[in-house]
C-alpha cells in the first residue's frame, strides 16, 4: 500500500525553524521525485521544493530559496524540509507528493501522482 505520511508541523514564531518530514512507504521512492507543497487558506496549492529521490538534486520556489533545505534519507524512504527564518507568508498546510516526472525544474502539484494528507505550519507572533 502506497503512503506517504508528512510530519512536523507545529505552531512557531517569526524567524523560527521547524523541519518537516515525509516518510514514504509501500514503493520504491528511488524511481520518483518527491515534492512539497503547500497551500494557505483561500489560495492555491503551490510548490515548495522538490527532490530527486535518486541523486539528491533539488529545486526550490523563489520565494523560499536560501530559507528552505529539501533532503533525503534512502535507509529511511524519508524526504525532510528544514524550513528556517519562518514568516507569517510561510503560514499553510504542507503536503509532500510523488511524481514519476524526473527532471531539473520545481514540478508543478499538477505533475503530482500522490498524495499525503498534509501538516499544517502556523507563523505567527
Known amino acids: 500500500q502506497v503512503q506517504l505520511v508528512e510530519s512536523g508541523g507545529d505552531f512557531v514564531q517569526p524567524g523560527g525553524s521547524l523541519r518537516l518530514s515525509c516518510a514514504a512507504s509501500?514503493?520504491?521512492?528511488?524511481?520518483?521525485?518527491v515534492g512539497w507543497f503547500r497551500q494557505a487558506p483561500g489560495k492555491s496549492r503551490e510548490g515548495v521544493s522538490c527532490?530527486?529521490?535518486?541523486?539528491?538534486?533539488?529545486n526550490y520556489a523563489d520565494s523560499v530559496k536560501g530559507r528552505f533545505t529539501i533532503s533525503r534519507d534512502k535507509a529511511k524512504n524519508t524526504v525532510y524540509l528544514q524550513m528556517n527564518s519562518l514568516k507569517p507568508d510561510d503560514t499553510a498546510v504542507y503536503s509532500c507528493a510523488i511524481s514519476g516526472i524526473v527532471n531539473d525544474h520545481l514540478l508543478s502539484p499538477y505533475d503530482m501522482d500522490f498524495w499525503g494528507k498534509g501538516t499544517l505550519v502556523t507563523v505567527s507572533s
Open positions: 527532490i530527486r529521490f535518486s541523486n539528491g538534486r533539488a
Open positions: 509501500g514503493f520504491t521512492v528511488d524511481y520518483y521525485t
